[in-house]
């Protein structure tokens, strides 16, 4: 059974790293009662980077359960909710293998899977480590963005129900993967998904247009 085991949210604070001031949300705390989910984010969290961070498509973070025992084991030591800066701490679900469009209840809220996170500097930070960046990428354990299909509130202990799945797609694992190395036809499929976020499209148009050029330009050759 998938629930939920702990809600965070942080404020935007600032902390001294390599010589200079930073702002981030990325410490987030439990917080006890049920929360509300509602417009682009929970009640009572904060991005500090609006460029990078909040937004429809990232208005939830989950991690999982699973994946922090995978981490402490790892890392040797135990883990905390929160310190992956999610807002949603769950347990008995795969979110790697989650398909991209896939919604949950949560709650009374409907949530819908959107994307992965893509790991920046300020998770370095939080783990006092600059490398663990690229180490994240590496273990390709996401953890997911979820957009907020109903408004609604969540708390521990909530279960988590499929109320939309999707019988193929592409998971949070393999879009998160594919930054790295992504074939053709990975990225026509990106782009042809309908649940797939348009900055990852975007991204995906570039890179095909790419491979276009190279191509025409070995012709040439």
Known sequence: MAVVVSVNVGEVRQVEWHGRVVETAIWKSPVAGRIAVRGVSVDGDCQADLRVHGGPDK???????????????ELGRPMEPGTFGENLT??????GDAVIGTRWSVGTAELAVAQPREPC???????????FVERFGDAARFGAYLRI???????????IHAVRSRPDGIT???LGTMGRDAT???LRGVVNDV????????WARRRLGRA???????VVE
């Open 59 to 73: 208005a939830v973070y989950a991690y999982a359960v699973e994946d922090y025992e995978w981490w402490a084991a």
């Open 90 to 95: 769950v347990s008995g679900i795969a979110l």
């Open 121 to 131: 500097f300020k998770l370095g930070l939080r783990m006092r480590d600059a490398g």
């Open 149 to 159: 299909v109903r408004e609604g509130e969540v708390g521990v202990g909530d279960e």
């Open 172 to 174: 949070v694992r393999e």
């Open 184 to 186: 053709v036809e990975q």
């Open 195 to 202: 649940d797939v976020p348009v900055g990852w499209k975007d």
């Open 212 to 218: 276009a050029s190279d191509s025409a330009t070995r």
